[in-house]
């Protein structure tokens, strides 16, 4: 095909990228066509799905939930844990038995799966039916792939570590809530993870970039914002004549965006001037997911989490002290190799001692080239299993407790749509990351409302508009 000219895309390097195809070239080519986007795993990649369906959007397909209907199918995968295969696998069945009928459907593969090595090859040897693979740092060459489709698979998955790209167009999910990514990639190389292998080092963007961003959501009429990272407190740490993190959550409560979050943060990381900040502005969501992974030391080194048990606790408490109302959820491991019923006991401890809001809770899954992975795990997967139903029983009455304290209280909610459940209600989320059901509020979509809280289960909350 010969191609006109194309537009060019900025990248932090201020190099300029090739290949990029910005919408007017290539609206029309695949129009009247439809793309089904599978996003599995983390809000990274959700936000990273919101990229891909504006670029395909540029190209003329346009958005279907229904498989069959699809002309292109692209999932989005995810690599923290081992079933994630197994679902993706399970998922590509159906496409497969789909291109059988329709012999022109594009299947592609992106995100973090197809930055590990043998799922390419084995892609390359035994899934011929997949047209494209890309990686997480080659998003931006969507639209060359699929209009350079040819017979043989298209696969760009290369790293290109240090660019950072600018004036990315998304396709947001909500017109009331936006992602806004503050930084790339993991330095932390937790020895279990392997997000610093298919996601790569950190690259923070210039805070500059950032508040233009949250600025034109401010404009645009949104209302929140949700910094994203893996390890969003270690923000530029890697730059030079960059401010850090809790300089750049004040900057950005100076946007007088209404509401701020941030995930993820490390403890480690965490500052005694970011609680300060956090506490100082309205604007800033009293609500912190801190992973605590073990809560044995012994284990939290052998996990290179950089924190002690104590040290943990001790942060904790400084978090709750210093920000009035704050809730703080976590993310817990069970079962890393060779992890003993004390050590187990240890994280129970600290659970009892936190009375975290909630908890993600998982079996610590093996993955091919992390440390952690060769170390000979003789704890049978019975054991595991048991403890994670006893933590999450555990955690769950946590819950309760803490949405518990809500009964009678009325909070300021941002309705965001109609309740899944019931179309009679709305639905929405406290400052404290609450959700909640409310009734009387159909016409308050998009707006902060004080509802009264009437019921509490351990994962939601139901209120009342009064
Ligand atoms: N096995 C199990 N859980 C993992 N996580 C990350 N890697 C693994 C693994 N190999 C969990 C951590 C992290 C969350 C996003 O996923 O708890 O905080
Ligand atoms: Fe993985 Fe640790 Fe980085 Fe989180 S901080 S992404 S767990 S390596």
């Not at 793309?35 to 190209?59: P, W």
Request: glycine share 4%; hydrophobic share 35%.
């Amino acid at each position: 095909m010969n191609l006109p000219d194309l537009k060019k895309a900025r990248i932090r390097t201020d190099k300029e990228v090739e290949y990029v195809y910005l919408d007017e070239h290539y609206q029309k080519l695949f129009a009247g066509q439809k793309y089904f986007l599978k996003t599995y795993g983390c809000q990274m990649n959700v936000h990273d799905s919101e990229e891909i369906a504006a670029r395909l959007e540029s190209l003329g397909f346009s958005k279907t939930d229904v498989l069959e209907e699809a002309d292109i199918v692209i999932l989005n995968t995810c690599a923290i844990r081992e079933n994630a295969h197994d679902k993706l696998y399970g998922f590509l069945g159906r496409c497969k038995h789909l291109k059988k009928e329709k012999k022109d459907l594009i299947i592609g593969i992106c995100g973090c799966m197809a930055q590990e090595e043998n799922v390419v090859k084995e892609i390359m040897n035994k899934h011929q039916y997949i047209d494209i693979v890309f990686g997480t740092h080659n998003i931006y060459k969507l639209q060359d792939l699929i209009i350079n489709k040819k017979e043989k698979q298209n696969i760009e998955v290369y790293s290109c570590e240090g660019d950072v790209y600018e004036n990315i167009s998304y396709k947001r999910d909500s017109k009331i809530k936006a992602w806004v990514n503050i930084q790339y990639g993991c330095d932390k190389f937790c020895t279990y993870c392997i997000v610093p292998y298919t996601r790569g080092k950190q690259r923070s963007r210039k805070s500059k970039e950032i508040i233009k961003e949250v600025e034109d959501l401010v404009k645009n009429g949104y209302k929140e914002v949700t910094l994203l990272g893996q390890n969003v407190n270690a923000y530029g740490k890697e730059l030079k004549d960059e401010i850090n993190f809790a300089n750049l959550l004040e900057k950005v409560a100076n946007t007088g965006i209404e509401r701020i979050r941030f995930v993820t943060s490390h403890p480690w990381d965490f500052t005694d001037e970011m609680i300060e900040i956090i506490a100082k502005y309205d604007n800033i969501m009293p609500y912190i997911h801190l992973p605590l992974q073990s809560g044995s030391s012994r284990i939290l080194k052998l996990m290179g989490r950089r924190y002690t048990k104590e040290e943990y606790l001790t942060l904790y408490h400084k978090i709750k002290e210093t920000i009035p109302n704050v809730a703080i959820t976590t993310d817990i491991i069970v079962g890393f190799p060779n992890e003993t019923e004390e050590d187990f006991k240890e994280t129970l401890e600290v659970v009892n001692a936190c009375q975290f809001d909630s908890a993600f809770t998982f079996i610590y899954s093996p993955r091919e080239g992390t440390p952690a992975a060769k170390i000979d795990d003789k704890i049978p997967m019975a054991v595991k299993e048991e403890r994670l139903h006893k933590l999450n029983e555990l955690i769950n009455s946590y819950s309760l407790k803490a949405n518990q304290k809500y009964l009678d209280k009325t909070v300021k909610v941002l309705i965001e749509g109609v309740s899944e459940k019931d179309s009679t209600k709305v639905f929405g989320y406290t400052e404290t990351m609450k959700l909640v059901n409310v009734e009387n509020a159909s016409d308050k979509i998009g707006e902060i409302i004080d509802v009264k809280i009437t019921d509490a289960k351990s994962f939601s909350l139901d209120g009342i508009y009064q």
